[in-house]
């Protein structure tokens, strides 16, 4: 595998070098180079945001196919609970979960038992105390990772708990090992993505050695087979729902904070929005609070990539769903926290974003970019192929720019050369002045 696997890619042929989605990356991780984008490969969090901004479709994402699921005897679908706000006039869980079976699965295990499991956790990490307030959910891998490169202040205040997704498959192949008596091998747990980030984050997991889901497969790549299964249903559905108000709701923007049964938090989503939070934090602002939930889509992970419906809708449509429901059916047993609920590593700063490794060396680059900045017009417009004017002053620094690629500094290069001619046309003699008798030729 890549040392870095992205889930978020480009198709070069449909990118026109617009320079749209350079400006808007929270990494800066494009750049326009000979007409077509680059992602910088270190530097990308998956977080979506080129997908959604990309006029002409060149930035995708690539979930697994539905045919992955094959590879394995025992097939489990973990649907996350966004999943649900997706069909119009759903009243029953067991519907969308029976039909999932239809189309292929063995087996159902929702997110959102897992998300119970991780709320009841959570409650204890903070009556511990051990992690500085306010605590930051780890829940969103785009957050995560942004956090990792740009705020390396903050890496201590994460939970470092496992995601719901992350407790659903340990908590649905245990079960299954025990029910069928296979081996674990032979199980395959797919989780049902609204995002491209769960995708990185299963093939590349932070805090964990490896993830426990085999695949994720999107919700938009599912849903015309699922619709149609649905609708032959006719009413005939398995009881398969286990889950409440508390886990359905971590669909949406807030509900990981209800959740937790506590005023003092905060709910933030869109990346710009997340990295405002994250600033004020960063300066010590928003040290009231105990909780911070950050989802980097629009609206929590029902305004993922991979969804069909309208954030809003989606959002609504689970509200009435949850109505229904008792308030949770997941318990964590004993006092303390299971350790296979926690992360087996720290969130460590990956320092992409510096000039250099060496701390001085860093330094002296910095300033040497600051003074290339200010000779730049300071427009930021984009034409050079980088987001800003102090990114291709760093792109210079580190040889991966020139300051001709400013075209504003190119324009003065050939006015100054055209300036150069016109004096140097000045001492050239006119060829139609022809020469006076005695001067030498
Ligand atoms: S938005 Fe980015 S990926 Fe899309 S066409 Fe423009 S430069 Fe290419
Ligand atoms: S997915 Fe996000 S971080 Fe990665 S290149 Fe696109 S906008 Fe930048």
């Known amino acids: 595998m890549d040392r870095f696997f992205h889930s978020v890619t480009l198709d070069k042929d449909k990118c026109k070098g617009c320079t749209n989605c350079i400006k808007r990356c929270p990494t800066e991780a494009i750049r326009v180079r000979g007409g077509k984008a680059v992602i910088m490969s270190e530097r990308c969090i998956d977080c979506s945001v080129c997908i959604r901004v990309c006029p002409y479709h060149a930035k995708k994402a690539r979930p697994d196919p539905i045919e992955s699921i094959e590879k394995f005897k025992y097939k489990i679908a973990l649907p996350a609970p966004t999943l649900y706000g997706q069909f119009n006039n759903l009243d029953d869980i067991d519907t969308v979960l029976t039909g999932l079976k239809k189309i292929g699965f063995d087996h159902v295990f929702e997110v959102s038992r897992g998300a119970e499991i991780i709320s009841e956790a959570t409650r204890r990490v903070m009556s511990e105390g051990k992690i500085p307030k306010p605590v930051i959910s780890s829940a969103c891998p785009a957050v995560v990772r942004l956090i990792r490169v740009r705020f390396p202040d903050l890496c201590e205040n994460v939970l470092p708990l496992k995601a719901p997704m992350e407790t659903a498959a340990i908590m ?3 079960e299954a090992h025990e029910q069928t ?7 395959g747990v797919f989780f049902i993505t609204p995002c491209a980030a769960k995708v990185t984050d299963i093939k590349m997991p932070i805090g964990i050695e490896h993830s426990a889901v085999d695949g994720a497969i999107a919700i938009s790549d599912i849903y015309p087979a699922l619709v149609g299964a649905m609708n032959k249903l006719d009413g005939h ?3 398969l729902s286990h889950s409440g108000i508390i886990g359905v709701g971590w669909a949406g923007i807030g509900g990981e904070s209800a959740a937790l049964l506590n005023e003092q938090y905060l709910a933030a989503d869109g990346i710009e929005n997340v990295i405002k939070v994250l600033e004020e934090l960063e300066d010590e602002r928003l040290s009231e609070l105990d909780f911070i939930e950050l989802n980097a889509c629009p609206g929590g992970c029902v305004g ?4 069909v419906e309208n954030p809003y809708v989606a959002r609504a449509r689970i509200q009435k769903l949850r109505k229904y429901l008792p308030v949770s059916c997941n318990h964590l047993s004993g006092e303390a926290i299971p350790p296979q609920l926690k992360w087996t590593s720290e969130l460590e700063f990956a320092p992409v974003l510096n000039l250099a490794d060496n701390v001085v060396e860093a330094m002296e680059r910095m300033t040497q970019a600051q003074g290339i900045a ?6 930021d417009c984009g034409s050079c192929g980088a987001p800003s004017c102090r990114a291709l002053a760093e792109d210079i620094v580190l040889g991966q720019a020139k300051e001709s690629d400013c075209i504003f500094k190119m324009r003065e290069r050939i006015q100054s050369i055209a300036n150069q001619l016109t004096e140097i046309e000045g001492y050239v003699p006119h060829p139609s002045i022809s020469p006076k008798e005695g001067d030498s030729q």
Do not use: C, N, W, Y
């Not at 200010?374 to 427009?379: H, N």
């Open 181 to 187: 008596g296979l081996p674990l091998s032979d199980i």
């Open 304 to 307: 993922g990539v991979f969804t």
């Open 374 to 379: 200010e000779s730049l017009p300071g427009l």
């Open 172 to 174: 649905a192949k245990r």
């Open 237 to 239: 559905t398995e009881s």
